[in-house]
C-alpha cells in the first residue's frame, strides 16, 4: 500500500504527518515540526507526539486487519 491509498487524515496533513513505509507490520512516518507546533516554552506540544502515536497506531490496526482478514 502507497501512502496516497489510505482513507483521507486532515489533521495529520494539518500538522504535516506523511508515512513513509506502510506494511502490515508496521508503520514509518516523518514530521518536520515548525513553529506552529511548538507551546509557548518553545518545545514541541506534547499533543503532537500524542497525534503522532494515535494516527500511527490507527493506520497500523488498519493496515494490519486488511492484510489478516479482520
Avoid: K
Amino acid at each position: 500500500m502507497q501512502p496516497n491509498d489510505l482513507p483521507p487524515a486532515p489533521f495529520d496533513n494539518e500538522i504535516g504527518l506523511r508515512y513513509t513505509e506502510l506494511s502490515a507490520d508496521g508503520v514509518v512516518a516523518q514530521l518536520t515540526v515548525t513553529p506552529a507546533l511548538h507551546q509557548p516554552m518553545g518545545i514541541v506540544h506534547g499533543g503532537v507526539w500524542c497525534t503522532m502515536v494515535e494516527s500511527m497506531a490507527s493506520v497500523s490496526a488498519f493496515l494490519w486487519l486488511s492484510a489478516n482478514g479482520g
